[in-house]
């Protein structure tokens, strides 16, 4: 059984070893503060990112952080998803689903235009997913 639910002030050590996890999938490293900072923001009301997890079997076992921001190309807001992740333990049990369908209500309930997120091309599992919820556009990214 998996229920999915807002991220509370007392999920802070499983949800930061969830981040761990994502972090190291994606060859990242972050400054203990920055991890901070960003539980303080996830679990303050009414701000944001917005943060969900799934509990499957008395445990956290993934997480979802997204945001609304507005957009030139329409009059309501887009939602972002920014963060997804799934304990590779439990991958294949629809938290995945579940967290991005929890997301596309929360962004059907706010009148979002569109929900949006990217991925890494090696993240071949997540693809196969996301395949299956969402139009796979052309856009590149840049960065500086």
Not at 38 to 43: D, E, G, I, S
Not at 94 to 113: N, S
Request: hydrophobic fraction near 45%.
């Amino acid at each position: 059984m998996t229920e999915i639910r807002a991220l509370k002030d007392t999920d802070r050590v499983a949800w930061e070893a969830l981040w761990s996890g994502y972090l190291r999938f994606y060859r990242q490293r972050l400054p203990q503060e920055v991890t901070a900072a960003t539980f303080a923001r996830l679990v303050k009301p009414g701000a944001q990112p917005h943060a969900l997890v799934a509990e499957h079997e008395g445990r956290l076992a993934g997480f979802v952080h997204y945001l609304f921001h507005s957009s030139t190309w329409s009059l309501k807001d887009n939602c972002y998803l920014e963060d997804l992740y799934v304990d590779p333990a439990v991958r294949g049990a629809g938290i995945g689903r579940a967290l991005i369908q929890a997301v596309y209500a929360a962004a059907d309930a706010a009148q979002a235009a569109s929900v949006y997120w990217m991925t890494q091309e090696f993240n071949a599992d997540g693809r196969a997913l996301y395949d299956t919820l969402a139009r796979r556009t052309s856009f590149i990214r840049y960065e500086r």
